[in-house]
C-alpha cells in the first residue's frame, strides 16, 4: 500500500487575506488563522467538521487529489521559488516523528502535518516544481506577510511519480500522525533553499545550583569561554552574537549563554570529548554529534546537576523559541539565564534520518508553515 494517497478534500469559501487568531502553536504546529479556530477548540472537531460538512458549510470534492501549498515570503527573506508543501493523506506508518514528544493535532483532518523528507538529489523539488506548472489553482492570497497558492494536482503521470518517489524516500513529520487512519500532511523536500531550520533554545528558571561565577569556573573543563563585546539587549548585540555562534570551525560546537543585564559568554565546547560514558548522553553517536545533545549532557546534567534535562515539561528547563524572546525573558526576570543554539546543520538532521534516530524534544522549528483551515480531509468519503 502507498504510504502517500490523494484524498477527497472539503473546502470552504476563504478570504483574499486569512486573519491571524493570536494564537501561539506549540512547536511544529502549523499556524491557525482565525477562521479555523471554532473548528480546533469545539469539543470533538471531527464530530464539527461532520456538521459544517452537511451543513454545507463545506463542500466535498469527491474526486481523489492531491494539492499543493505555495508560500511565497517577503522579499529579502525568502527570495526565490516559493517553498512547496505536497498536501497529501499519510498512512499511520508512513514515518516515526523526527522529535520524542511531537505535537498532537487536535484534528488530523485539519492541520497538516508537516513532514519532512529526504531528496539528496532534488528530485521531489522538481516534481513538485512541474506539478505546480500544470495544477489547477484553487484559491490565492494572503497570511502575514506570506503569500499563499493552494492548487490542485490532477491524477496524472506526474501525481503517480510523486507517489512513487514518496514511496521510497525517507521521511520524517513533525508532528504525530493518527494511529487509526490517515493523517493530513504537508510534506516538503529538504532540499528545498526556501526552507528554514530553527533552533528551540532552553531556559533555566528555580535551578539552585547555577550561580553564575561558580558555573563560569566549573564549565571551563568542558568548553572555553569567550566574552561577547555588545551587549545583547540591542540589536547590534544581537546580531554580533549570532554571528559569533554561527561562524565556527567545522566540526566545533557552541552555545551563547545569556545572563542578566545583556550579558553573554559563548561557550565553545572542546574537541575531542567523550560523551559515551556520560549518564543521561544519547547512545547514538549521531545525536551525540547535535549542540543540543552537548548542552544537556555536559553543561544541564553534569556542572549544573539538573535530572532529566531533555525531558518534556521540565519544572527547571524551557524551551524558548527566539533569540529575542530568550533574551527578554532573561532581562525580565523570568528566567535565570538561558542557553541559545544554532540550528542543527541540513546534513546533520539528514544524517539522524538515515539513522533511524529521533532527536529529543523541541530541538528544531521549522519556516515557512502552511497555515491550517486552507482545506480538510474527509475521512467519510
Not at 545583547?232 to 551563547?256: D, K, M, Q, S, Y
Request: glycine residues 8%; aromatic residues 4%; hydrophobic residues 40%.
Amino acid at each position: 500500500m502507498a504510504r502517500v494517497n490523494p484524498f477527497s478534500a472539503l473546502l470552504g469559501s476563504l478570504d483574499s487575506s486569512l486573519e491571524p487568531s493570536g494564537y501561539v502553536p506549540r512547536g511544529n504546529a502549523v499556524p491557525q488563522p482565525s477562521h479555523v479556530r471554532p473548528l480546533l477548540e469545539a469539543a470533538n472537531p471531527t464530530g464539527e467538521l461532520r456538521r459544517l460538512r452537511d451543513s454545507g458549510a463545506l463542500l466535498r470534492d469527491t474526486r481523489p487529489a492531491m494539492y499543493l501549498v505555495e508560500v511565497q515570503g517577503p522579499a529579502g527573506k525568502l527570495g526565490g521559488p516559493p517553498v512547496r508543501f505536497l498536501l497529501c493523506a499519510l498512512n499511520p506508518d508512513a514515518g516515526a516523528s523526527l522529535e520524542h514528544d511531537p505535537y498532537r493535532p487536535r484534528a488530523w483532518e485539519a492541520e497538516p502535518a508537516v513532514t519532512l523528507t529526504a531528496d539528496d538529489h532534488g528530485v521531489l523539488r522538481g516534481l513538485l516544481a512541474e506539478a505546480s506548472a500544470r495544477a489547477i489553482v484553487v484559491w490565492e492570497g494572503r497570511y502575514g506577510q506570506n503569500t499563499l497558492s493552494l492548487r490542485r494536482i490532477e491524477p496524472s503521470p506526474v501525481s503517480k511519480r510523486l507517489q512513487a518517489v514518496l514511496d521510497e524516500a525517507p521521511m520524517r513529520p513533525l508532528a504525530a500522525l493518527d494511529e487509526r487512519g490517515p493523517t493530513l500532511a504537508a510534506v516538503v523536500p529538504l532540499s528545498d533553499p526556501g526552507l528554514e531550520l530553527l533552533p528551540i533554545h532552553r531556559a533555566l528558571k528555580g535551578v539552585e545550583t547555577f550561580k553564575e561565577e561558580t558555573f563560569l569556573t566549573l564549565v571551563t573543563a568542558y568548553a572555553r569561554v569567550y566574552e561577547l563585546d555588545e551587549p545583547l539587549n540591542t540589536p547590534r548585540g544581537l546580531a554580533v552574537a549570532r554571528e559569533r555562534l554561527a561562524t565556527l570551525i567545522t566540526g566545533h560546537h557552541a552555545v551563547l549563554l545569556v545572563l542578566p543585564g545583556g550579558r553573554g559568554r559563548i561557550l565553545r565546547f572542546r574537541q575531542g570529548l567523550d560523551l559515551a560514558h556520560l549518564k543521561g548522553a544519547p547512545r547514538n553517536p549521531t545525536l551525540r554529534s547535535l549542540d543540543l545533545a552537548l548542552l544537556n549532557a555536559l553543561v544541564l546534567r553534569t556542572v549544573l546537576g539538573i535530572k532529566d534535562p531533555e525531558a518534556p515539561g521540565h519544572s527547571q528547563v524551557f524551551p524558548v523559541q527566539g533569540l529575542e524572546s530568550l533574551v527578554q525573558g532573561v532581562e525580565s526576570g523570568m528566567f535565570q539565564a538561558g542557553f541559545a543554539l544554532n540550528p542543527p546543520p541540513l546534513w546533520e538532521v539528514r544524517a539522524v534520518m538515515e539513522a533511524q534516530a529521533t532527536l529529543p524534544p523541541s530541538t528544531l522549528r521549522v519556516e515557512p508553515l502552511p497555515p491550517a483551515g486552507l482545506l480538510y480531509l474527509d475521512r467519510e468519503a
